[in-house]
């Protein structure tokens, strides 16, 4: 059934011309409604427990069917302000949809389609709704998910906002790291949008830790400050070779593919979620062949991602760990796993793998500007802030949450540590200012 509704959108989207997109709308909400109608609305929701942010999955939908789709929306929104990013970029598999009890015996609730549908109508329809200005200032530094959810809660709840951004756009990893086919740079605007009818200021092309720092912030005004920065610089393999030209880093691929010449065939060094973005990006970009090395026998990539990457034509070969690269390709020794998947003996022996191009995505960890240059600011061995349970930091007003404390993780947990950190700062200013 639903891989008929498929078939008829792609045939009517084709042949209708200007029509497209009401026809679109028709059969998303014809989906949108069927799938709603499937949910069991169980009194203790496992797939509810399953979503790192506890989405009210049931009350949502309850809410949705009974014609209150500006109270699901909302619902989804106060829980969530990325809910329209999340119910597009999530692990749906592993978390709300996983756990769904009619998934059990057959097909799960498509839970994030019906989110998306929900949220983005929220997102259209929404009127900034804010507390009367309180007169506080609160820096905001990053316009990630962090940042952005961080921006938002501070915003309604009456302060004065502004958003330090080093880039000229706002999104972070959501415009820099997701590729257009999966998430469109579209979704990343309304957020501007919205963000600026919450009265939020954004300061773009600021990197705080070059011409000024957090001191300076504090010193005009702010009285707090939260950095959200991310992880944005890659982590090198430090191996031989790593500094030739036709090597490179996928989070800095991923950031601006188009000035990349990586010829026909490309090797990529580890098998995150950020290789398979990579891949499928360089494939759909004319690389013919590209194959994605692991050095153990499982891919840290979820299921699903690992599965488009191998629909859109991207090799796997495990058991392979990098040893220097030369102009020619890689060379890789042979690994083994114990029964835990954690490599246990690399091989002596090398054994060329070529390449045109090399491309390094092991992992991610943050520009240290902010974090090494602001006093009193504690970061751990990883070179993460340091934070309290709350999110505050060693600094007094300093607060940190997002990528920059857990290291490369998901948009749905930098958003829901996010906004228990905003609420933190919250009663901080109020005991401040009594």
Do not use: W
């Given at each position: 059934?639903?891989?008929?509704?498929?078939?008829?959108?792609?045939?009517?989207?084709?042949?209708?011309?200007?029509?497209?997109?009401?026809?679109?709308?028709?059969?998303?909400?014809?989906?949108?409604?069927?799938?709603?109608?499937?949910?069991?609305?169980?009194?203790?929701?496992?797939?509810?427990?399953?979503?790192?942010?506890?989405?009210?999955?049931?009350?949502?939908?309850?809410?949705?069917?009974?014609?209150d789709i500006k109270k699901a929306g909302k619902m989804l929104f106060d829980?969530?302000?990325?809910?329209?990013?999340?119910?597009?970029?999530?692990n749906h598999a592993d978390q709300c949809q996983g756990h769904c009890v009619r998934g059990i015996k057959g097909e799960p609730v498509e839970i994030s389609t019906i989110e998306n549908f929900i949220s983005s109508h929220y997102l259209d329809c929404l009127e900034a709704e804010k507390l009367p200005s309180n007169g506080i200032k609160v820096a905001v530094v990053?316009?990630?998910?962090?940042?952005?959810?961080?921006?938002?809660?501070?915003?309604?709840?009456?302060?004065?906002?502004?958003?330090?951004?080093?880039?000229?756009e706002i999104g972070g990893v959501l415009r820099y790291g997701i590729p257009e086919f999966r998430l469109p740079k579209t979704v990343v605007d309304r957020y501007e949008t919205l963000l600026r009818k919450l009265g939020v200021k954004i300061k773009f092309n600021v990197t705080i830790g070059k011409a000024f720092g957090v001191e300076e912030l504090f010193r005009d005004g702010f009285k707090a400050v939260s950095i959200g920065t991310g992880v944005t610089w890659p982590i090198a393999l430090n191996i031989k070779g790593e500094t030739l030209g036709h090597v490179h880093y996928g989070v800095h691929y991923l950031e601006r593919p188009d000035v990349y010449r990586l010829g026909e065939s490309m090797v990529i060094i580890g098998a995150g979620n950020v290789a398979m973005d990579v891949a499928r990006?360089?494939?759909?970009?004319?690389?013919?062949?590209?194959?994605?090395?692991?050095?153990?026998?499982?891919?840290s990539a979820s299921d699903e991602e690992k599965e488009y990457a191998e629909i859109e034509g991207a090799k796997f070969v495990y058991n392979k760990s990098p040893v220097e690269i030369t102009d020619e390709g890689v060379l890789f020794a042979d690994t083994v796993c114990d029964e835990n998947h954690a490599v246990i003996s690399v091989s002596e022996k090398t054994r060329l793998m070529k390449a045109d191009s090399v491309m390094i995505c092991i992992s991610q960890r943050p520009s240290n500007l902010i974090l090494t240059q602001t006093k009193g600011l504690e970061i751990n061995e990883r070179g993460l802030a340091r934070i309290n349970e709350d999110g505050s930091t060693s600094r007094e007003g300093l607060f940190a949450s997002g990528d920059v404390v857990k290291g490369a993780k998901t948009v749905v947990e930098a958003s829901e540590t996010s906004k228990r950190v905003a609420f933190a700062m919250h009663e901080y200013l109020q005991k401040l200012t009594k």
């Open positions: 059934m639903r891989l008929s509704r498929v078939i008829i959108f792609v045939i009517k989207h084709v042949a209708t011309g200007n029509n497209r997109i009401y026809i679109r709308e028709k059969i998303m909400a014809h989906n949108v409604i069927a799938e709603a109608k499937r949910c069991l609305n169980c009194k203790n929701p496992p797939c509810r427990k399953g979503c790192p942010v506890n989405t009210p999955i049931p009350l949502m939908i309850s809410s949705f069917l009974g014609g829980n969530n302000p990325l809910s329209a990013v999340c119910s597009v970029v999530c990053g316009a990630g998910p962090a940042g952005i959810t961080i921006a938002v809660k501070m915003a309604q709840l009456g302060y004065d906002v502004t958003i330090f951004e080093s880039k000229t990006t360089a494939l759909r970009r004319g690389v013919k062949n590209v194959t994605v090395t692991v050095r153990g026998d499982k891919c």
